[in-house]
Antibody, heavy 126, light 111 residues
């Protein structure tokens, strides 16, 4: 049973870089058919996709955040990480990591996000 | 910027049936948008219910089903239970699964 756990500072100063890590347990981050995502949720608001990375290290980012985001994989630690630069109060949110799945079945690809971490709250202070 | 739209809120009686929908500002939602549906209860992480239009996970209750309906993705709950009261989010993929956008969420009240 794959589990994901986010970790990192709960408080970041404005203009600095937010750094979070997601540790994957119960499975390998290099297994084919998976991609690794970051999603956030502002207080009392909906979900916002930040980006994801495949084990091949191909990355895809939300266009609205692309200039400030970097997602990377550390295969030796079975972890993937999020860096968000030049943070402001608008980046205060609960940050989730999630596993995406994709596979080919009956003539078409299927995509989903099946396993989520519990989330970690990050507050940006001035 | 692509916008994914859901009903802000819906109310259903226990045992009833309700359909939540998910529309895209770019046009009709198709299977190529691989619609996903998530349930989120207060203080909890989202839980995946449906992926790629109508595929269920092993943990997805049988009363949940996904479909395409009138150019939108749809999540139907049949025989609603009190524990189904939650926020529901849809997710659509774009550009051959290079970009992903969530809908704003539907708050489902069971009353």
């Amino acid at each position: 049973q794959v589990q994901l756990q986010e970790s990192g500072p709960g408080l970041v100063k404005a203009s600095q870089t937010l750094s979070l890590t997601c540790t994957v347990s119960g499975g390998s981050i290099t297994s084919g058919g998976y991609y690794w995502s970051w999603i956030r949720q502002h207080p009392g608001k909906g979900l916002e996709w930040i980006g994801y990375i495949y084990f091949t290290e191909s990355t895809y980012y939300n266009p609205s955040l692309k200039s400030r985001v970097n997602i990377s994989v550390n295969t030796s630690k079975n972890q993937f990480s999020l860096k968000l630069t030049s943070v402001t109060a608008a980046d205060t949110a609960v940050y989730y990591c999630a596993r995406g799945i994709y596979y080919y079945d009956s003539g078409s690809f299927l995509y989903g996000m099946d396993v989520w971490g519990q989330g970690t709250t990050v507050t940006v202070s001035s | 910027q692509t916008v994914v739209t859901q009903e802000p809120s819906l109310t259903v009686s226990p045992g009833g049936t309700v359909t939540l929908t998910c529309a895209s500002s770019t046009g009709a939602v198709t299977s190529g948008n691989y619609p996903n549906w998530f349930q989120q209860k207060p203080g909890q992480a989202p839980r995946s219910l449906i992926y790629s239009t109508n595929n269920k996970h092993s943990w997805t209750p049988a009363r949940f089903s996904g479909s395409l309906l009138g150019g939108k993705a749809a999540l139907t709950l049949s025989g609603v239970q009190p524990e189904d009261e939650a926020d529901y989010y849809c997710l659509l993929y774009y550009g051959g699964a290079q970009f992903v956008f969530f809908g704003g969420g539907t708050k489902l009240t069971v009353l």
